[in-house]
């Protein structure tokens, strides 16, 4: 009797394991499109079209193809406009000769400054995940904190990027107010029928992690090049875990923020 018992709980656990990779996969699914990208990118050459506006032409395509086909929801595609225009910026300002943070050295006529249009994606995929995932596993937050001081911390995180050029980085001070902040906050999900729940941090951590990977794979493929990838690839530093992870607070913030005001208005 036990060992069918056990036998039962093993293959629940699978079967929910695989649901959930599966809707890891659907939420991944500009991401994981972007990549193919990247790939095709070195694959196909247009005559008079440059692989930055390829990128950039092929990105708004796959956005048209997933609102088309209701992967995508109206409100997804408005919050990855506004990752969007957030990473531009910050792209304008790091890529900028003073600062000199990474660069695009290939040409394109889609550009604002060295910036390529198609560059924003990279920040909206980010923000198409968390979006995506929240809909598909039906995430909730235990014990959020008030919204008001979530907001000041997305504020700060953001223009620290900037700043830290020219005055302290208080990336680390920041991520202890985060710690601070977030300790008594987890995220329920439910992948099949059990409501599972993870400490908020811990998923910071873990979605910067998987973004470190795929920054990995990106600069592989020349979507963008550190300065010291410009003669020979290299393995982006484990360092940038902590930048990610400080994005992805960003991100989550921005979105929990938004389904909080969505919910205001129809309640």
């Keep these: 009797m036990t060992i069918m018992i056990s036998s039962h709980l093993i293959k629940n656990s699978l079967y929910e394991f695989l649901i959930f990779g599966l809707k890891q996969a659907q ?11 990247l790939f095709l990118s070195h694959k196909i ?12 032409l092929g990105a708004v395509l796959i956005q048209i193809i997933l609102v088309f086909t209701k992967i995508e ?20 300002f790091k890529t900028h000769p003073a600062i000199g943070s990474w660069s695009y050295p290939e040409f394109g006529y889609l550009k604002i400054g060295t910036v390529p249009l198609y560059s924003g994606f990279m920040y909206a995929a980010v923000g198409s995940y968390i979006a995506q995932a929240w809909r598909r596993f039906d995430v909730h937050l235990v014990h959020p904190h008030r919204y008001f001081l979530s907001g000041i911390l997305c504020v700060a995180i953001y223009l620290n990027f900037f700043t830290h050029h020219f005055w302290y980085d208080i990336r680390w001070l ?21 409501i599972r729940k993870m400490p908020v941090v811990v998923s910071f951590v873990l979605i910067a992690f998987f973004i470190w990977i795929a920054e990995n794979i990106s600069t592989f493929f020349g979507a963008w090049k550190y300065p ?11 360092h940038k875990i902590g930048s990610w992870s400080l994005l992805v607070i960003i991100s989550f913030i921005l979105i929990a923020q938004l389904k909080h005001l969505k919910g205001l208005k129809t309640t």
Excluded at 174 to 194: A, D, Q, Y
Excluded at 228 to 238: A, G
């Design 174 to 194: 920041l991520m202890g107010i985060t710690i601070i902040l977030f300790s008594k906050t987890s995220v329920e999900f439910t992948p099949l029928r059990e």
């Design 228 to 238: 010291d990838q410009l003669v020979t690839w290299t393995t982006v530093s484990i």
């Design 45 to 56: 050459m247009i005559p008079g079209l440059p692989r930055y506006d390829f990128l950039f």
């Design 73 to 92: 929801t109206i409100d997804e595609v408005k919050t990855i406009a506004l990752f969007h225009v957030i990473g531009l910026l910050l792209e304008l």
């Design 27 to 37: 939420s991944c699914v500009f991401a994981g499109s972007f990549f193919v990208l």
